[in-house]
């Protein structure tokens, strides 16, 4: 059996000779017992927003990767990006259906957004939404957009830079396949179009056909306000658009709105295109393809801005269901060089310009600063254009007559294919009427009469004006029985 081991305190001598304490002597009292000091408080930490709550089983993620650590008051959308809060972050994808609020606002979109098959975002009066450098606000195939404010608070699209510039976000996008339902209604869309494809250089780039927009401003955005591409149009219901302060930057053209194709052009809604580097709605490609040509009939409404056709496209009306095109009063088309209108050549069609009066008088004229004679090819009438619903009255048609395929009959003196109209079709007598020719050149006829018939259109009952022409040709000699121009010879204009 192991016995215990006691432990004795010993204290060492001056001499080194080790004594032990004796049991008789008393150990001295313990010193009496003192408090611990107590530890500083730690300071709190510092205050972190709380992540996004997890999505319940089953439930569709949110976009907000990072909540607004403060509630916003009042209107944002009203204010500067200066004065706005940190606001809410967003992922870069809406896969459910979300609201975004002024009480969340700004939201802010690092990597821009996309709205995805099935999901709907919708955008609360007074919200402010900002996206970074370079991206875009996309409305996916089967997404939705409802961004509808009201006049006393408006929704803002802009950009996430403190000091916003033309061009600094992608702006939104339209997808042709989103649901019909997408609308924006009292909203602001700016400091857009920064996309390097000047296709979509725009505040707005819609290739969804019927998008509802209403009192919706564009502005200070680069390329174009508006960027309708093909198949792309907009509502019935779509009013009181503004475009303005719309800048080129570095992009390769501008415009307050483009339509890449023509087809639907008469959807342009009423509103305000002024105020921008340059005041048009620029129609960039055209053609008699599906797609190309003008296959629905409509009005192309006086937007108070000229319709400008780019060079070398040919503006064709017809289709199987023989679409009428009206250009409004007051209207003024800049063809660039080379372009040309043409009706009826494939397939029926027709146009109607009736000015009405001096006061509505349409003009079709060059684009660009050059106003010499011939600078685009003129309007050209096809066998197949519907000759009962046509009509051009209290119109002006300067500097056409450049060289055309078109051959009209010869005189001796004028050899060239040039002419301000060409008809090959017969008209009714009073087709063409108050209408001026000016600035075709010396080798342009006014009109190319490359038809059967003997339809006088400088008849003064008429009222046309050849006086500024350019040429002594006002009209060229009519086609004899079988579709024959007279000898050179013994042709002449009259």
Not at 128 to 140: P, Q
Request: hydrophobic share 40%; proline share 10%.
């Amino acid at each position: 059996m192991k016995l215990p081991v006691l432990l004795f305190l010993s204290i060492a001598s001056a001499s080194g000779v080790v004594a032990c304490k004796r049991r008789s002597e008393p150990a001295p009292p313990p010193p009496p017992a003192v408090a611990p000091t107590p530890a500083p408080a730690a300071a709190p930490p510092a205050a972190e927003p709380a992540p996004a709550p997890a999505p319940a089983p089953g439930a569709v993620e949110s976009s907000v990767r990072t909540p607004a650590p403060a509630r916003a008051t009042g209107c944002p959308a009203s204010l500067p990006n200066a004065a706005l809060g940190a606001g809410t972050i967003h992922n870069n994808a809406v896969a459910g259906n979300e609201t975004w609020t002024l009480e969340d606002s700004p939201h802010r979109l690092p990597e821009g957004v996309t709205i995805g098959n099935g999901a709907t975002l919708s955008v609360a009066p007074c919200a402010v939404v900002l996206t970074s450098h370079g991206y875009a606000i996309h409305v996916d195939e089967g997404g939705t957009l409802l961004a509808a404010g009201d006049p006393q608070r408006p929704i803002r699209f802009g950009s996430d830079n403190p000091t916003p510039q033309a061009g600094d976000w992608s702006g939104i996008w339209i997808d042709d396949l989103a649901r019909r339902t997408t609308r924006i209604a009292t909203a602001i869309i700016e400091h857009a179009g920064g996309e390097g494809d000047i296709d979509r250089a725009a505040g707005l780039v819609n290739e969804l056909a019927g998008l509802d927009v209403q009192h919706v401003t564009l502005r200070a955005n680069r390329g174009f306000g508006i960027s309708v591409q093909s198949g792309g149009s907009f509502a019935p219901t779509a009013t009181g658009i503004t475009v303005t302060g719309t800048i080129a930057a570095n992009a390769a053209r501008t415009g307050a709105v483009q339509f890449i194709q023509p087809e639907h052009v008469h959807t342009l809604p009423s509103g305000t295109y002024t105020g921008n580097a340059i005041d048009e709605v620029l129609i960039v490609n055209g053609g008699t393809g599906d797609g190309s040509a003008i296959r629905q009939s409509g009005v192309w409404r006086n937007p108070g801005v000229p319709y400008h056709i780019n060079e070398n496209v040919e503006l064709a009306v017809e289709g199987p269901t023989g679409p009428v095109l009206t250009i409004a009063p007051g209207n003024t088309l800049r063809f660039g060089r080379g372009s040309q209108f043409t009706v009826g050549w494939h397939a029926e069609g027709g146009l109607v310009m009736d000015g009405g009066s001096e006061a509505g008088r349409i003009t079709l004229t060059s684009a660009g600063q050059d106003t010499s004679p011939a600078q685009w090819i003129g309007v050209s009438f096809g066998e197949r254009f519907n000759r009962s619903g046509s009509k051009l009255n209290f119109v002006t048609i300067r500097n056409a007559g450049a060289e055309s395929q078109i051959g009209p009959c010869h005189t001796a003196a004028q050899t060239t294919n040039q002419a301000a109209i060409y008809l090959l079709a017969a008209p009714p007598p009073t087709f063409i009427a108050h209408t001026t020719f000016a600035n075709a050149g010396p080798g342009a006829a006014g009109i190319a009469r490359n038809f059967v018939g003997a339809v006088d259109f400088a008849a003064p009952a008429l009222g046309n004006d050849f006086s500024s022409l350019g040429s002594p040709c006002r009209q060229s000699p009519a086609q004899t029985a079988g579709q024959n121009c007279p000898e050179p010879e013994s042709a002449r204009c009259n």
